[in-house]
Structures are given as structure tokens and as C-alpha cells.
């Protein structure tokens, strides 16, 4: 039995999320690394560096990093969300790697990558897989889930590729597109192939 490592991303509420708890709830290992993220951007450096870079209005109360002013400012400008990612991605992918390095027993393990193929990340799995909701879906749920007004949800969705684009570039595509228990129902069959994989 070995570990096998599955590259898991998605678009903008696409059900990644929920597909990734699904896994550890299966007994995956797993690591978010929109997570991982949001609490680098709190280290004093990189914090210092976003108020250099985007200004003091970007922290609430507590002097923390406001995750939704920060995305208004960086969905509105690439410039803005590219410097963002140099700053930010270097550091998430170290701490991603020592993560999965110390993983030493045989299992399935979860990364939810969101910028997998954007990146040119898929060399760093076994397999790639993407969960998949077309543009009006995603724009329901972003508007519910967000409260976002209609131009702002088209501006988050449209800054990331089409999801038909990701699709072309996965090894595997779970279809999002009926309910949450049916999207449940299909990582609890990819597990269980998973498991096979490793023998």
C-alpha cells in the first residue's frame, strides 16, 4: 500500500469545499489551502507588506487582514491580485510540501488546490481532480452564499478560467450540478477507487 496524492480544485462555488470534507470525513488526510492562506496573511511580513502594498483599509478592528475587503480591491484589479499571489504562493507551496512530507503512512491524501492548472501544479500529484458546476450555478451560489450584488459575483467568476478549461486538464471531473448528497455520494465512490489505486 502507498500514498496516493489527489489535487483537488474547482472554481468559485463550485463545491470543493464540500467535496474535500466529504473526503476527511472518508478518512483522507486533507489541507485547504485557501486556509492555509488566509493565515499567512496574518503573518507580520506579509501583513506589513499588504498594508504597504493595498493600505490600512484592508484590516478590521483587530489589526487582523480582512479576507472580503482584501478580495474587493484584487477581484477589481489583476495587477493587484497578481502582485497578491507572488507575494503569498511561494509560501503556501513550502508549507504544503512539508505538510504532505510528513504524512509517512499509506492513505489517500486531499489538497484542495484552487489555482492548480493555473499554476502548472499538476506535476506535484497523482491525480488531479476537479469538481465541476457551470457559470450559472456558480453565479447562484456565489450571490447566496456571499451576498454578493450580480456585477460583483460576474467580476470574482470571471476572473478565474472557465471551468470548461479546467475540465480539459483534469484526470478526473465530478459534475456538481444536482444536489450536495449526490456530489457526497460521488467522493464516497472516488474514495473507495482511490483505495484500489493504492494496492
Known sequence: MRKLVIGLTGGIATGK???LRAFKKLGAHVLDLD???HGILDFPKIRSRLMREYGGEILN???RVDRQRLGKIIFKNIKKRRQLEKLTHPLILRKM??????IKEAGVVVVDVPLLFEKNLKSLFDLTLLVYAGPKDQLW???KRNGLAPGEALRRLRAQWPMDRKAALADLVVPNTQTK???IGQVRELYRAFQL???
Not at 97 to 102: T, V
Open 141 to 143: 451560489r456565489i450571490r
Open 97 to 102: 510540501r512539508i505538510w504532505i512530507q510528513k
Open 197 to 199: 489505486l493504492r494496492a
Open 61 to 63: 478592528r483587530r489589526g
Open 35 to 37: 486556509e492555509l492562506a
Open 17 to 19: 469545499t464540500t467535496a
Open 181 to 183: 448528497a449526490r456530489l
